[in-house]
Structure formats: structure tokens, C-alpha cells
């Protein structure tokens, strides 16, 4: 099993929390996700869709910053391209296909 390593710039803080995991495997995507963490949280005031929303965007970014430093690809053209497929992917099919449920803590 390939795993990614843990950013080094997370050292030392002691509330760093992974919120997505995401898994290839079995012809598959497999996701783990930390749900329910910024609304439970006492001090905060946000709707937990758009804080992912957010998050999911920052993500793009490190993507495309990432393909120009490994394939030379333009920003933009990476983000355009990431923007139009995640469009496609979350206005396509019934979510009825989406299968998956709370596993429990080890």
C-alpha cells in the first residue's frame, strides 16, 4: 500500500487535524473524511459546507502548484481543467451511487 508522508510544517502543532483521506483502490475511489469538525467546534460560526468548499479549492491550488513544479503545466490551465471536471463530476450522475457510511474510530 502507497502512503503518502504527513507535511512536515504539521509538526509541533498539537491541534493539526487530517480531514480527507482518499484511496485508489479496487478500480475504485475510497474517502475517509473528518465531518462535523468546525461545526462542533464551541467558538465557531461557520456552515461546514462552505468551509469545505474552501478547503477543497485550496487543494486544487496545491495541485496546480505541484503540476507546474513536476510537469511544467500552467497554473491557470491546471485549475481550469480541475474546475471543469469537478463540475462535470458533481452535476452528473444520481447520487444514489454514492455508497458509503460512518465507520467506526479505532
Do not use: C
Not at 479549492?57 to 503540476?67: K, P, Q, Y
Not at 490551465?77 to 480541475?82: D, G, K, N
Amino acid at each position: 500500500m502507497r502512503g503518502l508522508q504527513i507535511p512536515p510544517e504539521t509538526e509541533g502543532d498539537w491541534k493539526a487535524t487530517e480531514m480527507i483521506r482518499v484511496w485508489l483502490a479496487h478500480g475504485q475511489v475510497h474517502v475517509s473524511l473528518l465531518l462535523g469538525m468546525w461545526e462542533d467546534s464551541k467558538d465557531s460560526d461557520v456552515d461546514e459546507r462552505e468551509t469545505w468548499g474552501t478547503l477543497l479549492g485550496d487543494v486544487a491550488r496545491h495541485i496546480a502548484n505541484g503540476m507546474k513544479k513536476s510537469h511544467g503545466f500552467k497554473q491557470s490551465e491546471t485549475l481550469s481543467q480541475i474546475r471543469h471536471a469537478f463540475l462535470d463530476n458533481v452535476s452528473g450522475p444520481d447520487w444514489s451511487e454514492i455508497e458509503g457510511d460512518y465507520l467506526e474510530e479505532k
